[in-house]
């Protein structure tokens, strides 16, 4: 089981509060993702479910008992770190089976977890290198499979995949989701990627200032974000902003509207602007207009195959059913 609840949490670093009150539910089986700028208070939050930050108030259940005073080791969850934290004398079968070994387990049984793990994690091959012999992808999996042999009530991810290059981190991040398939064990992830969050969650937590601007499924905080903190933060690249009279068009203090809902043509629309970089991926094009008098700087996706170039006026047609409204208080108005 793997339930975690959070009832009025607060964290307070002497006479700052960086957790206001704060409730959360995370069910049994959950891929739970924290995301938010830095500075947000999502490794904090996480650092109180592990109990490596005291609770300055409120209490943390885990499985319906009261665990806001028990020590880390007795939580029954597994944390990995940024860093790795290997031993680097140790072959990896050795720093999988640490935490078994210092639990007093017995040689055959640490043998057999570690075995599950390694296959588990395709890490069979390399149980007799040590961690200077891998790449930093092989070393993550190593740190996982040091957390699998717990079998714990749940995993905690703090910004795992920050110390790898672009490609491994794609890779690493398909790794992880296939894990939690295999495994059914609830995961609590902390990320600043918010591309990591809408590809792996179930469900995903937005932090600002330790507060929790909306909790949702990715499609739901895509299509439907409670504010505009949310909308400027999930979707990449962000959603445009639109504040003035456009917005008062729409009864509306801010209108926002995403870069692949933007027709784009070079003959007419509802808004003009000029070319300015275009980033070039292939199959789309992102195209950052200026000049538009809606805003500072406008994105929009085209197809890749479209002959635009710095400079160049453009007219932009946004699509009308997919515009998101916005109030003086910054929430969604529909």
Known sequence: MGNITLNQITKKFGEVEVIPPLDLQITDGEF???VGPSGCGKSTLMRLIA???DVTSGNIQ???RDATETPPAKRGLAMVFQSY???????VRKNIAFPLRMAGMSKEEQDAKVEAAASVLNLSAYLDRRPGQLSGGQRQRVAIGRAIVREPAAFLFDEP???LDAALRVGMRMEISELHKKLATTMIYVTHDQVEAMTMADKIVVLQAGVIEQVGGPLELYHRPRNT??????GSPKMNLIEGPEAAKHNATTIGIRPEHIGVSTESGTWKGRVGVSEHLGSDTFLHIHDTGL????????SGEMNVHHGDTIYMTPEADKLHRFGPDGLRLD
């Open 62 to 64: 885990i499985d319906g």
């Open 229 to 234: 903190f949310v909308a400027g933060f999930i």
């Open 85 to 91: 934290a290997l031993y680097p004398h140790m072959s």
């Open 51 to 53: 109990g490596l930050e």
């Open 161 to 163: 995949l920050s110390n």
């Open 295 to 302: 805003c500072d700087l406008m994105t929009v996706r085209v």
């Open 32 to 34: 739970v993702v924290f």
